[in-house]
């Protein structure tokens, strides 16, 4: 025992249901360990025991090493390739570094987790699913703790949520409304039952924009979304944000940094010159942090897929962030909670005049800049019939498969989209 802290502190300190009681409670024994090797399963079993031993200091230096080595597995060919075990062993060892880097802080009689929650981030950005999905519970609860001590040291930015008010309310929806009635998507202003939106939309692959249908989600009601929201619930969790203006451009990249960075860095001074613009796009970021999941809901009419399973992903960024112009297999719902974006869809029927990239990486994406093309280059796209809107918060707007989509927010935005067959 280290200092005197002991598994018994550890468990009062974060919660006896975070943290395992027994060796096989955390065991390999139901993985590929022929995957992994002998020695690999060997350490880890040292670290597992230096964990029960309350030998903290070795059993994160075990933990530390046995990362490294899992992460040159991890990156070693395409990502796609890489076996499943690796992802869950990533998963097992983040789950006791993480509780023996608190325990060690504790020792040290430091409150300061930002680490442990990176540890814990680590692993459900590297890992998979494992573990009866602990990990995110874990970095929600050291959360807490840590908010709570840099609280009293520290105070937050107080004019976040002003800077979100500023931002949305500064866009250009009122230009584009105006230009927006001749091809304007169709409008329902209450939720319509199953069957009819299947009847009329789905079945016949129309989109369609449903108002009132988000009005109960806590995100909009009970706790409304803010920038200092943001940050008391998940200020220091680690997120995967993409720098650049598009995705199909060169300088593109992405960062790992935490929310409270990326809110800072990217969406109160977006209108910094010096900026490239942040955005948090396209990230499972609902199965990462708990209680951002919990103030949304799935729509029910995602119910008529053929199966049970919805991605979910989050859309978070400043003005003027741009998706180009691209398709996805999957029925979607883009449910915006904060903010505006502009909207412009391309029926199927279209393809060969929208220029896909030829790239098998790119072929779902158009090589055409929508709002301002090069019509030498792609003299097809002239005059395409499409459909626009300005979707604003509280509305969902619902784009069938392989329908042609671009969007670019007019304000600080956060959307949801939801991905279902």
């Given amino acids: 025992m280290e200092d005197g802290y002991s598994l018994e502190k550890l468990k009062k300190e974060i919660g006896s249901d975070l943290v395992p009681s027994l060796a096989d409670d955390i065991s390999l024994v139901q993985m590929d360990t022929g995957t992994l090797g002998i020695a690999y399963v060997s350490m880890y079993n040292k670290a597992v ?97 840590h908010v709570s001590h840099m609280q009293k040291s520290d105070d937050f930015n107080e004019n976040s949520d002003d800077a979100l ?48 249908c988000m009005d109960f989600w806590p995100a909009l009601s009970t706790r409304h979304w803010s920038l200092n929201y943001f940050k008391q619930i998940a200020g220091y969790r680690l997120v995967p944000v993409e720098v650049g203006s598009k995705y199909t451009e060169d300088s593109w990249s992405q960062k790992l940094m935490t929310i409270n960075e990326f809110i800072d860095l990217y ?45 979910i992903n989050a859309w978070f960024g400043p003005k003027g962030t741009i998706s180009p112009l691209h398709q996805d297999i999957k029925n979607n719902f883009l449910a915006q909670v904060v903010g505006r974006k ?53 509305e969902m707007l619902y784009i069938p498969p392989m329908y042609w989509h671009y969007v670019r927010s007019l304000s600080t935005s956060f959307s949801v989209s939801f991905w279902w067959k």
């Fill in 165 to 212: 008010e500023i931002s949305t309310l500064a866009c250009e929806s009122s230009v584009l409304i105006s230009q927006c009635s001749a091809n304007a998507v169709s409008v329902l202003h209450s939720s319509p039952s199953i069957e009819h939106f299947s009847t009329n939309f789905m079945v016949t692959n129309t989109p369609v924009i449903i108002k009132g």
């Fill in 267 to 311: 969406v109160a001074k977006s209108d910094s010159s010096t900026n490239e613009p942040g955005y948090l796009a396209q990230h499972q970021l609902f199965d990462q942090i708990t209680e951002l999941k919990n103030d949304i809901i799935i729509p029910s009419y995602c119910g008529l897929g053929e199966c049970d399973d919805v991605d």
């Fill in 342 to 394: 502009y909207i412009r869809l391309y029926s199927t029927d279209y393809t060969s005049k929208l220029y896909p990239h030829s790239s098998h990486l790119l072929n779902n994406t158009s090589q055409v800049d929508v709002e301002n093309p090069d019509l030498e280059k792609f003299p097809l796209f002239k005059d395409l019939p499409y459909l626009e809107c300005v979707l604003s918060a509280g």
């Fill in 49 to 145: 025991d230096c964990f029960f031993k309350e030998e903290w200091t070795d059993c994160l230096s075990k933990c530390k090493a046995l990362l490294d080595i899992t992460w040159e597995y991890l990156y070693t060919g395409h990502w796609k390739d890489v076996h499943i075990v690796w992802r869950q062993a990533y998963t097992y060892v983040s789950y006791v570094k993480a509780l023996a880097e608190f325990a060690v802080q504790c020792s040290n009689r430091c409150e300061d987790f930002h680490n442990v929650i990176r540890t814990c981030d680590m692993g459900l950005l590297m890992g998979a699913p494992a573990l009866n999905n602990v990990l995110p519970k874990l970095a929600s609860r050291i959360h807490k703790l």
